[in-house]
């Protein structure tokens, strides 16, 4: 099943998708533009395709769980304040306009004591067939800080050469949320996963044990 749409909204709790496909068309040239918008509590996305170019995916609020799917976009395009985790997923990343970089995530977390975020679980993130010719022209990041309590985990995932070596990015040059954000990677693999050359501020965190690794599991994100 296939629906297009500049912008799919789900808002009910409870809401269950399987096998469908959330594409909005509107091309990099449109800047933002949504395909799927969910604020829906205890969502799930089951065998999905969300695909677009910058902020395809707007996790509002909420819990929401993402299995199996697949996420097509450029900048921004994972993004919000919801507490979500993503298992087995394959994230592409897209050919930008030129002279973008893309950003996979910006979480929008602007409180510390709210248990949101984004945790990113045994996926694999390659570039997608448009991106691949130009992929050593184009940056790409893991994340940007679009909210000053920004918080995405990054664990046992497929990090393929498109990957910048710095990981993350700020946002817009500047130093918002620099002192407060929490990225963090563990147990990553492929050509892309190296930590050496990360970005050094000190709220990026090579994870390295089992009780911050606890943090962004299903339980802990979506339990509570």
């Given at each position: 099943m296939i629906s297009n749409y500049s912008n799919a909204a789900i808002d009910g709790s409870h809401f269950i998708a399987r096998d469908i496909t959330f594409q909005n068309t509107a091309g990099p040239l449109k800047e933002q533009a949504v395909a799927l918008r969910s604020a829906s509590d205890f969502s799930v996305f089951y065998g999905c395709?969300?695909?677009?170019?910058?902020?395809?995916?707007?996790?509002?609020?909420?819990?929401?769980?993402?299995t199996e799917c697949k996420i097509y976009g450029t900048i921004d395009f994972i993004f919000g304040d919801a507490a979500v985790v993503f298992q087995n997923c394959l994230i592409y990343v897209r050919k930008p306009l030129h002279g973008q970089s893309n950003m996979?995530?910006?979480?929008?977390?602007?409180?510390?004591?709210?248990?949101s975020g984004i945790s990113i679980q045994d996926c694999q993130i390659k570039a997608a067939p448009d991106l691949k010719p130009v992929g050593d022209e184009v940056a790409t990041f893991l994340g940007r800080p679009w909210k000053p309590y920004a918080r995405v985990?990054?664990?046992?995932?497929?990090?393929?050469?498109?990957?910048d070596p710095q990981g993350w990015s700020s946002w817009e040059n500047t130093d918002h949320g620099l002192n407060t954000l929490y990225f963090g990677e563990y147990n990553n693999y492929g050509p892309g996963s190296s930590t050496s050359s990360r970005i050094k501020w000190p709220t990026f965190h090579v994870i390295g044990s089992l009780s911050?690794?606890?943090?962004?599991?299903?339980?802990?994100?979506?339990?509570t």
């Open positions: 395709s969300i695909a677009g170019h910058q902020d395809t995916l707007y996790v509002q609020a909420q819990r929401q769980f993402f996979i995530t910006a979480q929008g977390r602007d409180n510390e004591h709210k248990n985990a990054v664990m046992n995932t497929f990090l393929d050469t498109l990957v911050e690794v606890s943090q962004f599991t299903t339980d802990a994100l979506l339990s």
